[in-house]
T-cell receptor, first 116, second 116 residues
């Protein structure tokens, strides 16, 4: 049972380009979370999705950022017109059906985005 | 909004000794979950231990244990018999049990150094 898979591991983009980060959740998981980690910081929640639905996007910047989790295929975090301040590690986590006993989210290894 | 504070940016301990990492949090909720995650240089986020707020008994996982003080909103991690492989960033995290924010709220982390 493969873990949470993120790709690419490293992504370099020039200012103004688009960045697409992919996340395949663990098999059987239907909940996906995206987090951003700036240097020397903890992870900051961005968005929570279930298949075809955005459940909570309270941590997403209002402009240039979007996320989707289609019925088929991986979840995508899309950053348009990237700026240097977008440089960070972006982590995806997945979990199964949320119950009192099922509290754990499993993390991918992250995508390090560098904007030059 | 919930906040998580880790007041120790860096801690150092001799191999085989015991070290305690501090974490405090702020919430108005009565039911929630607390976690400690380990992030080695590979960047993979690894769950070390978790605690349900409704449980008075402190969680234990082999050499890792917590001191959960609900009234004081404190959740420290004790690592016994420290090993070189324990060297990593350690993040304390909080999540509502339900009806609140779905994502994890992380502290800024503590860098743990193990001296051989």
């Amino acid at each position: 049972n493969a873990g949470v898979m993120q790709n690419p591991r490293h992504l370099v983009r020039r200012r103004g380009q688009e960045a697409r980060l992919r996340c395949s959740p663990m098999k059987g998981h239907s909940h996906v979370y995206w987090y951003r980690q700036l240097p020397e910081e903890g992870l900051k929640f961005m968005v929570y999705l279930q298949k075809e639905n955005i459940i909570d996007e309270s941590g997403m910047p209002k402009e240039r950022f979007s996320a989707e989790f289609p019925k088929e295929g991986p979840s995508i975090l899309r950053i348009q017109q990237v700026v240097r301040g977008d440089s960070a590690a972006y982590f995806c986590a997945s979990s199964g059906l949320r119950t009192a006993m099922n509290t754990e989210a499993f993390f991918g290894q992250g995508t390090r985005l560098t904007v030059v | 909004a919930q906040t998580v504070t880790q007041s120790q940016p860096e801690m150092s301990v001799q191999e085989a000794e015991t070290v305690t990492l501090s974490c405090t949090y702020d919430t108005s909720e009565s039911d929630y979950y607390l976690f400690w995650y380990k992030q080695p240089p590979s960047r993979q986020m690894i769950l070390v231990i978790r605690q349900e707020a409704y449980k008075q008994q402190n969680a234990t996982e082999n050499r890792f244990s917590v001191n959960f003080q609900k009234a004081a909103k404190s959740f420290s991690l004790k690592i016994s018999d420290s090993q070189l492989g324990d060297a990593a960033m350690y993040f304390c995290a909080y999540r509502d049990s339900g009806g609140g924010a779905d994502g994890l709220t992380f502290g800024k982390g503590t860098h743990l150094i193990i001296q051989p």
